[in-house]
């Protein structure tokens, strides 16, 4: 069976810093790996992904997120963190030895972006 | 290209009503996907279907959700008897089909939700 953690219910960093989000999984197969941002009231917007290749990922709005095989992480980063990035942010997988669709959401860490 | 819809956006029904969630997946995709959220909690697969077909409903409870994706129209989730923990945001999302065997894309793209209140 596939889960997710995500440690932290909530992250709190002052604009301008640095923004990281932490995700560790667990898998029977090879992980397919997924970020998610959620603003109140409204769908995920996709981020990033990883499905195989590079360690190092970039997806949208200057976010990026380190796969590590060995630590079965995934966490989200942000080099310089703006108040609009407040938000909730969910990573998810899906493994190659369970179905396509199936994607397991972790509990989701809210971001919290002071001025 | 417009992206998932979902209707209603909201909807409010009595304890033994009936629910009827409506999904259109974004033009080109075949594949559709339910997903509940509760309050506090984070997303909960419940069923995958193709056109016509049910791929994994091992998130659906035994009794009274119901799924179908059919060949014309949008997909719809439906609850029987709604009861008060049925309370909850109902997210749809979308992903392009396989071409040749293999995926062309992995991730899925979400609408924006229906919240469904039991009174």
Sequence with gaps: AQSVAQPEDQVNVAEGNPLT????????????????????????????????????VKGSYGFEAEFNKSQTSFHLKKPSALVSDSALYFCAVSATTDSWGKFQFGAGTQVVVTP | NAGVMQNPRHLVRRRGQEARLRCSPMKGHSHVY?????????????????????????????????????????SILRIQQVVRGDSAAYFCASSPGTSGGRRSSYEQYFGPGTRLTVT
Aim: overall charge neutral; some cysteine.
């Design chain 2, 34 to 74: 339910w997903y509940r959220q509760l309050p506090e909690e984070g997303l909960k697969f419940m069923v995958y279907l193709q056109k016509e077909n049910i791929i994994d409903e091992s998130g659906m409870p035994k009794e009274r959700f119901s799924a179908e994706f059919p060949k014309e129209g949008p």
């Design chain 1, 21 to 56: 989000v932490k995700c560790t999984y667990s898998v029977s197969g090879n992980p397919y790996l997924f970020w998610y941002v959620q603003y109140p009231n409204r769908g995920l917007q996709f981020l990033l992904k990883y499905i195989t290749g590079d360690n190092l």
